[in-house]
């Protein structure tokens, strides 16, 4: 199975700030990977798919980049409804697999 | 409007069995790939299986793999699971998700809002 480490768990940042989340998995994935996010008692929502891909909606501060192994998540200026967490997951082959998440605080 | 509605959690006993379903309205069912993705309270998210288009194949992560079985019926736009034997270690909220179409890949574009099982004694 892939294993999908994610870092760091947590982080705590300002109005404004660039904030970059990593993603790396085990084993090469190419682009199949995708970016969620999850605010308390709400199921997750798509960010970001096939590593780089904006979904429909979401807003342009957003973006990732990566392929094989090695991704990242950045937020460009974050905003207070940006708190949450945020889960990578391979898409590349089952069983899939998330990231353990990583909780996003605002100053 | 685009929506998924899971029904069927509860409370069971370790060992019983319980019966989630999944009804997809305001897309075409029948064209899209669907899992099951959980979350223990307090905890990740975790992908539990997935199924094909026709239902032709199944897949299952290795925690559930014969215990559970995932089935769908594009003619009534339902999914379902079927979750046997189940452990303690089983509680969580269950999702109900579709495959996304913007890609070649198993991501989830859309969410259920979940249905809790709670296996205790």
């Known amino acids: 199975d892939i294993q999908v480490t994610q870092s760091p768990s947590s982080v705590s940042a300002s109005v404004g700030d660039r904030v970059t989340i990593t993603c790396r998995a085990s084993q090469g994935v190419s682009r199949w990977l995708a970016w969620y996010q999850q605010k308390p008692g709400k199921a997750p929502k798509v960010l970001i798919y096939a590593a780089s891909n904006l979904q429909s909606g979401v807003p342009s501060r957003f973006s990732g980049s990566g392929s094989g192994t090695d991704f990242t998540l950045t937020i460009s200026s974050l905003q207070p409804e940006d708190s949450a967490t945020y889960y990578c997951q391979q898409a590349d082959s089952f069983p899939l697999t998330f990231g353990g998440g990583t909780k996003v605080e605002i100053k | 409007e685009v929506l998924l509605l899971e029904s069927g959690g509860g409370l069971v006993q370790p060992g019983g069995s319980l019966r989630l379903s999944c009804a997809a309205s305001?897309?075409?069912?029948?064209?899209?790939?669907m899992s099951w993705v959980r979350q223990a309270p307090g905890k990740g998210l975790e992908w539990v299986s997935g199924?094909?288009?026709?239902?032709?194949?199944?897949y299952y992560a290795d925690s559930v793999k014969g215990r559970f079985t995932i089935s769908r019926d594009n003619s009534k736009n339902t999914l379902d699971m079927q979750m046997n034997s189940l452990r303690v270690e089983d509680t969580a909220v269950y999702y109900c998700?579709?495959?996304?179409?913007?890609?070649?890949?198993?991501?989830?574009?859309?969410w259920g809002r979940g249905t809790l099982v709670t296996v205790s004694s």
């Open positions: 305001g897309f075409t069912f029948a064209t899209y790939a």
């Open positions: 199924i094909s288009i026709s239902g032709g194949n199944t």
């Open positions: 998700a579709k495959r996304g179409s913007g890609s070649n890949s198993w991501y989830v574009d859309l």
